[in-house]
């Protein structure tokens, strides 16, 4: 009896042994996003990644003219947090007029901080922040 014991026992602390000396899997991922949609009110932070309406992004999100990116071409601060107005999203629903990659910025449509109507925070990669 003792014999099987210790036969068990031994089976046991082989197994133990082995798995903790195995060689650690490391994972290589290479993901290729391209460049950045040209878009002149910036672009959703979600694929197909197509052109924002002006209104979508509050002014946080632009640098002067250029838009700070989202998504995986997002270039901003760790903790970012900018508004959104999300009813200019398709995922809401909206359907409305949106821009084409490669148009032009018209001065006259961007959205300032007294006139935007945001809804959400985002963060620049898809995630709703606290409001």
């Known amino acids: 009896m003792r014999g099987i014991a210790f036969l068990v026992l031994a089976a046991v ?3 133990g042994f082995t798995t903790a000396t195995a060689p650690k899997a490391q994972a290589q991922v290479s ?3 391209g ?3 040209d878009c002149p009110y910036g672009y959703y932070d979600t694929a197909p990644f197509n052109c924002a309406p002006t209104g979508y992004y509050g002014p946080e999100w632009f640098n002067g003219d250029g838009f700070i990116g ?7 601060a760790n903790n970012f947090q900018g508004n959104v107005n999300n009813r200019l999203h398709p995922d809401h ?5 949106t821009p084409k990659r490669g148009e032009k ?3 006259s449509k961007r959205v300032d901080s007294a006139h935007f109507q ?3 925070k985002r963060d620049g990669r898809g995630h709703v922040g606290k409001k």
């Open 70 to 76: 989202a998504g995986s071409w997002f270039h901003g």
């Open 105 to 107: 910025a018209e001065p």
């Open 118 to 120: 945001g809804n959400e």
């Open 31 to 33: 993901v290729e996003v």
């Open 93 to 97: 629903g909206y359907t409305g007029p």
């Open 35 to 37: 460049v950045a949609p």
């Open 13 to 15: 602390a082989g197994i």
